[in-house]
């Protein structure tokens, strides 16, 4: 629950973006707990449980519980994508890890496409990170060569998600 009450909502695309975070770590092993989720992951199998305390003398103990059944989501394997032969493009890179948006909403034209010409800070897309909206925005005039990352998929920080074609002067 937050602070005020409401109970916490964590989406399967953030529980993925997690464990995508984790598994890029050097980290062993791991426990999250967010509203009702409890969740306890590790790198070589199932992480050494913490010690309990023993139980009361008034109380019975209680039988262990079933072995937790591990599984690891399946992630898709990135998709290279070869950087154009031309030198002097722009790498325009994301601000934050989070997922890709190349409209403003759903069934929106994208802000922009392979070819457009575009002005310094113009939005080229959204990284959306935990419902919070950050522009990506072109660092100078220029025109859009490649676009390097799907819409709605998850990036990385600083992963190059536009190519662009810089126009001299702008």
């Known amino acids: 629950m937050s602070n ?28 999250l707990e967010v509203g009702g989720l409890h969740l306890t992951v590790g790198k070589d199998g199932p992480p050494p449980a913490a010690p309990a305390a023993p139980p009361p003398a008034t109380t019975r103990s209680l039988p262990a519980p079933a072995a937790p059944v591990w599984a690891a989501a ?9 950087p154009p032969a031309d030198v002097d493009l722009i790498e325009v890179r994301s601000p934050a890890v989070g997922s890709f948006w190349v409209a403003p909403s759903p069934g929106a034209p994208p802000f922009v496409v392979v070819g457009q010409a575009v002005e ?5 897309a959204i990284v959306e990170v935990m419902k ?12 859009i060569v490649q676009v390097c990352a799907a819409n709605a998929d998850l990036v990385e920080y600083d992963q190059v998600l536009f190519r662009l074609r810089p126009i001299h002067g702008g």
């Open 132 to 143: 919070l909206m950050n522009p990506v925005v072109a660092p100078q005039s220029g025109e």
């Open 120 to 124: 310094s800070d113009e939005q080229l």
């Open 4 to 31: 005020d009450g409401t109970p916490i909502a964590v989406t399967q695309r953030e529980i993925a973006e997690v464990l995508r975070t984790f598994a890029r770590s050097n980290w062993r092993s791991m426990t």
């Open 74 to 82: 399946p992630v898709p394997p990135a998709r290279p994508v070869p």
